[in-house]
């Protein structure tokens, strides 16, 4: 069964942090290169950041030296940090592999940077 299951999402002020959770079925998870993408408000899903089943990582521009992305293999999870956050980080987070995401996405977990 495809699962992706985001969570960790809130409201914080700008430079604060959060960090979200994507748990993914096996089947998904397994020997693939996942990936954080957002949406913010009226436009398209962007790419956010990366990672190998190897650990090897990439990511935005927007987002390099302020958020990680990280995963545990043994609980089918990838994580992402993301400090210094930005009124422009304002988005609903999802995971999904990557650079071919499933046509299957999760709910989604909303981040609202605000002072």
């Known amino acids: 069964q495809v699962q992706l299951v985001e969570s960790g999402g809130g409201s914080v002020q700008p430079g604060g942090s959060l960090r979200l959770s994507c748990a993914a079925s096996?089947?998904?998870?397994?020997?693939?290169?996942m990936g954080w993408y957002r949406q913010a408000p009226g436009k398209q899903r962007d790419w956010v950041a990366t990672?190998?089943?190897?650990?090897?990582?990439v990511y935005a521009d927007s987002v390099k030296g302020r958020f990680t992305i990280s995963r545990d293999n043994a609980k089918n999870t990838v994580y992402l940090q993301m400090n210094s956050l930005k009124p422009e980080d304002t988005a609903v987070y999802y995971c999904?592999?990557?650079?071919?995401?499933?046509?299957?996405w999760g709910q989604g977990t909303q981040v609202t940077v605000s002072s």
């Open positions: 990672i190998q089943p190897t650990g090897n990582t």
């Open positions: 999904n592999t990557h650079p071919f995401p499933l046509q299957y």
């Open positions: 096996t089947t998904i998870f397994s020997n693939s290169n």
